[in-house]
């Protein structure tokens, strides 16, 4: 017995309205809106708020319907992106991957964070101590600056240790042919290795510092100063998130040594790292990007 053409076409039209229906969404128990049949959660609405500050005493319920509506208006239009073809874009692709791995990599260090223990006062203490600049000599300057590209070789640098105030610096420049831009601005200490602080503060009145920045290099000359002043009850939580965060930029850094130890990596010609690129940063590129790793 065989079925005609037209029972075969009634059937699959039959079946095809079955799928559709077991297929539609609504808004209901978890799912707080459909949007052209994709679902908004209330997970991702309390995600949305835990990113605010929420006053207290807020009404609850209005807050997650404002943020609903923020989430809808964004899903409305990154589904109108799509259908635009954004999301085939190399460009776009390129980038998601790019947020995709920060995204990864940050909750990979959050996650090692969270088996930390949180310093005892003893230790807080002891990195207060440790980090003067940071708290109890905490300072603001501001300086007197001299920008300029790298030199191709970084040893050209040391013709401007004969430079004894920032006009001096503005000479060797202009005989060396090098652009400069010259500008005022302001030096927190707080932001500043402790190291290099202390040799700033040790320097003559006027006398210039050097500074390499990666692809640029300031010279700087303080003229005046503020010291901030210093409450030893804010100064605790600060301390704690100071030392947890070199924690875990310790147990990052670590995990990266081991990754690269059982990677297989290869490079095109031209584009291996340079030899010593691994042993002269003391803090490699990803981990700052995943953990806030305090300069002072």
Do not use: W
């Not at 079925?3 to 079955?18: D, E, H």
């Not at 992106?81 to 940050?106: C, F, N, T």
């Not at 700087?220 to 901030?228: D, E, F, G, L, N």
């Amino acid at each position: 017995m065989t079925l005609s053409a037209k029972s075969r076409a009634l059937m699959c039209l039959t079946a095809g309205a079955l799928v559709l229906a077991g297929c539609e969404k609504s808004a209901e128990g978890q799912v707080a809106a459909v949007v052209n049949s994709e679902e908004i959660t209330l997970q991702e609405i309390n995600a949305a708020l835990n990113e605010t500050n929420i006053p207290e005493g807020a009404d609850k319920k209005k807050l997650q319907q404002n943020a609903l509506q923020q989430i809808v208006e964004r899903r409305l239009l990154a589904q109108a992106a799509k259908e635009s073809g954004i999301d085939q874009d190399p460009a776009y692709l390129i980038r998601q991957r790019q947020l995709s791995e920060a995204l990864l990599v940050q909750m990979y260090a959050d996650k090692a964070g969270s088996t930390l223990k949180v310093p005892d006062q003893a230790a807080i203490d002891r990195y207060t101590e440790a980090h003067p600049f940071s708290f109890a000599n905490r300072t603001v300057y501001a300086v007197d600056q001299i920008i300029f590209p790298s030199p191709a070789n970084l040893g050209d640098l040391k013709k401007l240790e004969v430079a004894n105030t920032l006009e001096d610096v503005q000479k060797i420049l202009t005989e060396m042919g090098i652009q400069f831009a010259r500008k005022s601005a302001q030096m927190d200490s707080v932001q500043v290795p402790p190291a290099m602080m202390a040799q700033i503060v040790s320097l003559d009145p006027g006398e210039p510092f050097v500074i390499p920045t990666g692809a640029t290099v300031t010279a700087s000359v303080i003229k005046a100063q503020q010291k901030v002043p210093y409450n030893a009850d804010q100064a605790g939580p600060v301390a704690v998130k100071a030392i947890r965060n070199e924690e875990m930029a310790k147990i990052m850094k670590q995990r990266l040594a081991e990754a690269k130890t059982k990677a297989e990596i290869t490079y095109q010609s031209g584009f291996e790292p340079a030899k010593d690129a691994g042993e002269t940063a003391e803090t490699p590129a990803a981990v700052p990007e995943a953990v806030e790793v305090p300069a002072g």
